[in-house]
């Protein structure tokens, strides 16, 4: 099976379980409990809601054989939130960390939204002799000022990152 179709039948499978998360969440904290088998070219993708009281602080990952079981402490209930976690859960890459140093490549909004940040506002800062942008966004229901300085058209740096 090519990636892309694994990727929009994962995709399918966490949309058709939202209104379980939203359901769950409302009592307890929702995990996505989840098994992918590879079985001769196949990919059989099994996944359900939980409820936990005493919510994993971290996701769980078996890898055996062609078959890959996890559950995944969702914090984020929208699906593509959901779904960029388990693609970084399976694939062993952690989520990028924001912070004082880090390089934005591309458009800042958009780069902060990979992230799972929602920017709620951008303010340009001119200073006698350089450009600022103070940004406030969200994460988790958490917020954040964030001030970053562009380097060039493409890319730009992250000066201070503070939670408010």
């Known amino acids: 099976m090519a990636e892309t179709s694994f990727q929009k039948k994962l995709f399918r499978e966490i949309k058709n379980l939202h209104a379980d998360i939203e359901e769950i969440s409302k009592h307890a904290t929702p995990h996505l409990v989840g098994e992918i088998r590879n079985q001769n070219d196949s990919i059989e993708i099994n996944l359900s809601v939980s ?7 971290e996701p769980l990952l078996i890898k055996e054989d062609n078959t890959i079981m996890f ?8 699906p593509y939130r959901i779904y960029m976690d388990v693609i970084s859960l399976i694939s062993g890459k952690k989520e990028q960390e924001l912070k004082s140093g880090t390089i934005i490549q591309g458009d800042i909004r958009r780069s902060l939204k990979r992230l799972g940040y929602e920017v709620l506002w951008i303010h340009t800062q001119n200073t006698s002799d350089e450009v600022y942008f103070t940004i406030w966004a969200s994460k988790n229901g958490e917020r954040f000022t964030i001030i970053v300085k562009p380097i060039d058209s493409e890319r730009a740096i992250v000066k201070e990152i503070k939670k408010i």
């Open 71 to 78: 559950i995944l402490p969702i914090k984020n209930k929208k």
């Open 51 to 57: 409820a936990m009281e005493d919510p994993l602080k």
